[in-house]
């Protein structure tokens, strides 16, 4: 799961996103999520049904989506994602060809904006999601690290833009 960790740290350079994870598609297996304070906390079969409603997206608004344990309306969703609210909290959560990714985040509309922006500028730079990589294979990093930080700190570009 280290390499993936690269990316949830890269989407909380968006520090309106409180937790985050990377989980397999269609499996909903855990890649990478967000750790410590702010632990994406959603349960194996949660993730596993949540999903699934990607496969009947038309259906999604009227049932709405649970994640971590909270029930969230979904006021839309279009190709590939998913919008959940609940009174100050939602999630954006998007997929590609083998993996979803979700990010929670807490503020106002501006905030979610934000949201939406880095969550699908992640899934369309990380081409590693859109590979045919089989899930269980071994996972190098699937970028450049930094010689000059001591750390091992990927270079990935922000993606989290201010939105005006």
């Excluded at 349960?43 to 999903?51: D, M, N, S, W």
């Excluded at 999604?60 to 989506?65: D, E, F, H, L, R």
């Excluded at 909270?70 to 009174?87: A, M, Q, S, W």
């Excluded at 509309?109 to 922006?117: D, H, L, Q, T």
Aim: hydrophobic letters at 40%.
């Amino acid at each position: 799961m280290s390499g993936w960790t690269a990316y949830i740290d890269n989407l909380h350079a968006c520090t309106a996103i409180k937790r985050s994870a990377i989980v397999g598609y269609p499996s909903g297996e855990v890649w990478a999520r967000s750790e410590g304070a702010n632990a994406f906390a959603g349960t194996a079969a949660e993730l596993a049904t949540f999903v699934k409603a990607f496969d009947e997206l038309d259906k999604v608004p009227g049932t709405g989506a649970d994640l971590e344990g909270t029930h969230y309306i979904v006021p839309r969703t279009e190709e590939n994602l998913i919008f959940g609210k609940k009174d100050r909290t939602g999630f954006f959560a998007v997929k590609t060809a083998q993996a979803v990714l979700i990010a929670v985040y807490e503020g106002e509309n501006a905030v979610s904006s934000e949201v939406r922006n880095a969550v699908e500028k992640l899934a369309e730079s990380a081409s590693f999601i859109h590979s045919r990589r089989p899930l269980d294979a071994p996972l190098a990093a699937p970028f450049p690290v930094s010689p000059c930080l001591k750390s091992s700190r990927p270079i990935l570009s922000p993606v989290c833009e201010k939105v005006k």
